[in-house]
């Protein structure tokens, strides 16, 4: 694939991944699940463009979402965490599986404990739990942690799916020649 074709797949991508996070403005009840289904996108472009592309598709994606989304957690969820993920999953996945899962856990938490405080100090977002402190804090770590294991294990079946059966079907090899 030439480069000019590279730049217009990452242009598309992080067109359909803004738009992605637009919706988190219709729908905010589902704002962390709109910002994970940017991750299939971001697998999409490290799977078939690679290098650095994904990298520039993550800064324009940040960037763009933050200056216009109406709601910022969305924005600021996918840059410290969703929208990067991806392109660290495939690094990591390099090591043997224990460091690897060591390596993203390790990720996952310190992004957790960056989202939470930007959102509790920065945006002011309240706690809307009948917990709160400590114990809310706790709770939402725990449930964050399965969750992350789960998009983990989901995100290695879908590129599996993708990579053995979906590419030929879909011709997406010879589409991006």
Known sequence: MNKAKKISVCAMVAAMQTVIL????????????IAAATLFLTMFAVIEIGGKYPLLI?????????????QKFTAVVYALFFGWYP???AFFERFNPIL???????????CYFIIYTVSVR?????????????????IMFVIGNVTFIMIDVLMRLVVTLYTLKLRKQLKIDKLLK
């Open 87 to 89: 392109i660290a999953k």
């Open 58 to 70: 993550y800064a324009v994606v940040s960037v763009i979402s933050l200056l216009i989304l109406p």
């Open 100 to 110: 690897s899962y060591a390596l993203k856990l390790l990720s996952f938490n310190l």
């Open 22 to 33: 637009y919706f988190s403005s219709v729908f905010s009840m589902l704002d962390l699940t």
């Open 122 to 138: 920065v945006l002011m977002l309240e706690e809307t739990s009948a917990f709160s402190g400590k114990l809310y804090f706790f």
